[in-house]
């Protein structure tokens, strides 16, 4: 028998022009529902996501917007990680990211799965 968590770790890697990264803060968000910690590591073009005005340029109907989607996540406790070499590689540093998120390497991501959190990728 598996050991049981409370903690999720998923790793995104699709970006604004992807239905996948919609999915993946409503499942998010359904894992802080079900009482989860719940953290996302957004890596490639999944980045542009937390980039200010990059959530605002996608919506998968019918779910929510993905702001609405992200901005639930976070205020709920959720935990945004940006990879930091995807983050130089766009020329991006912290001010271009909405409030909240943490550039931070796969160490962070690591740690919580070693610490026995479940995983899922987009």
Known sequence: MANATDKL?????????SELSSVAFTIANGGITAGLKVFIFLTSTGIDLVRKGGQTM????????????????QARGGVIWACPPCVKSRGYEQADFIEGVVIAGASVMHAEIKAGAATLSF
């Open 9 to 17: 770790v998923i790793l995104v890697t699709k970006g604004i022009e």
């Open 58 to 73: 996608t919506h998968v109907p019918p779910l929510d917007s993905l702001a609405a989607l992200i901005k639930d996540f």
